[in-house]
Structures are given as structure tokens and as C-alpha cells.
């Protein structure tokens, strides 16, 4: 079955940087364009960054252009998010999911906060 695995949360200061995986398995992986969602509380979930199957195209919410970048390594079966000059209002579960599927991980936390 389709299972998507996100890691690297936690609590950083504002100005920090921190990568989130995403591990894949139980699809082409290579064959899916991937997105990553947060949601921040009290909000619905919010699309910020998405790459293409074989990691050429990219795109990004005007929240997160500039500081944030979606990665992927095929061979992996892995995406990433590099977040960087992370401020207060990043903080919020982060989602990984395969586009055009309703596949989503479960979340992982980012808290930023001094």
C-alpha cells in the first residue's frame, strides 16, 4: 500500500534552517509529481510547495518563495524541504503528498519559537 513517511520536525529559533524527508514506498515514485501542505492551526491545509516527477519544474506559495526548497532524489524514493530563515508563522504540521492522489503522510510538527 501507498505510504508516505515525513521526519525532521521540531522546535527551532526564528532564523534557523531544518530539512524535512518524506519517505515513499508502495508507487512509481519516480512517475508522481510530489507537493508538500502544511497547516497552520486553526487553519486548513495549505498547498506551498510542489516538484515534478523528474524534479525540473517546481513552483512555491508566495509564503514560503524564496526561503523554502522542494527536493527530490528518485533513487530514494525520497522528497525534501529545505526550510530556511524559518519564522513564527511556519510553524505548523507539515504534509507530504503525492499530486493528483488524496495520498497524504501523516504530518510532522515544526515549531519555531524563541
Known amino acids: 500500500q501507498v505510504q508516505l513517511v515525513e521526519s525532521g520536525g521540531g522546535l527551532v529559533q526564528p532564523g534557523a534552517s531544518l530539512t524535512l524527508t518524506c519517505v515513499a514506498s508502495?508507487?512509481?515514485?519516480?512517475?508522481?509529481?510530489m507537493s508538500w501542505y502544511r497547516q497552520r492551526p486553526g487553519e486548513g491545509r495549505e498547498l506551498i510547495a510542489q516538484?515534478?516527477?523528474?524534479?525540473?519544474?517546481?513552483d512555491y506559495s508566495d509564503s514560503v518563495k524564496d526561503r523554502f526548497l522542494i527536493l527530490r532524489n528518485n533513487g530514494l524514493n525520497t522528497l525534501y524541504l529545505q526550510m530556511n530563515n524559518l519564522k513564527p508563522e511556519d510553524t505548523a504540521v507539515y504534509f507530504c503528498?503525492?499530486?493528483?492522489?488524496?495520498?497524504w503522510g501523516r504530518g510532522i510538527q515544526v515549531t519555531v519559537s524563541s
Open positions: 503528498k503525492r499530486n493528483q492522489y488524496q495520498q
Open positions: 516538484i515534478g516527477n523528474m524534479g525540473h519544474n517546481s
Open positions: 508502495g508507487f512509481p515514485f519516480r512517475d508522481s509529481g
